[in-house]
Nanobody, 127 residues
Framework: QVQLIESGGGLVQAGGSLRLSCAAS????????MGWFRQAPGKDREFVAA????????YYTDSVKGRFTISRDGASNTVSLQMNSLKPEDTAVYYC????????????????????WGQGTQVTVSS
């Protein structure tokens, strides 16, 4: 089992920044990738970014490329999502997820690739 706890959400004005963190505990040695997803009201959950457990490879959805950065701190088993130049359309509940099976990078945007999920943290961007 892997436990994931997100933190760092909040309210920010458009153009501002937030940093989300996801603390992983439990059997983390079995994790191959970590991801961030988000779900806005009335919409399906969507992929935001993912990082290999090694930290060497990262993946982003097009709408956040150049604005968001995902990273992993191996010493603390924490995955972070630095979000800059935030837009109102970034408003959503953000979820951290862990994949315990190795998948090719093209499958990491799929939420079915992940076995463990955090409880979510709210990000609200005002215009």
């Amino acid at each position: 089992q892997v436990q994931l706890i997100e933190s760092g959400g909040g309210l920010v004005q458009a153009g501002g920044s937030l940093r989300l963190s996801c603390a992983a505990s439990g059997r983390t040695f079995g994790s191959y990738a970590m991801g961030w997803f988000r779900q806005a009201p009335g919409k399906d959950r969507e992929f935001v970014a993912a990082v290999r457990w090694s930290g060497r490879y990262t993946y982003y959805t097009d709408s956040v490329k150049g604005r968001f950065t995902i990273s992993r701190d191996g010493a603390s088993n924490t995955v972070s999502l630095q979000m800059n130049s935030l837009k109102p359309e970034d408003t959503a509940v953000y979820y951290c997820a862990a994949a315990s099976t190795y998948y090719d990078g093209i499958y990491l945007p799929l939420d079915a690739s992940y076995d463990y999920w955090g409880q979510g943290t709210q990000v609200t961007v005002s215009s």
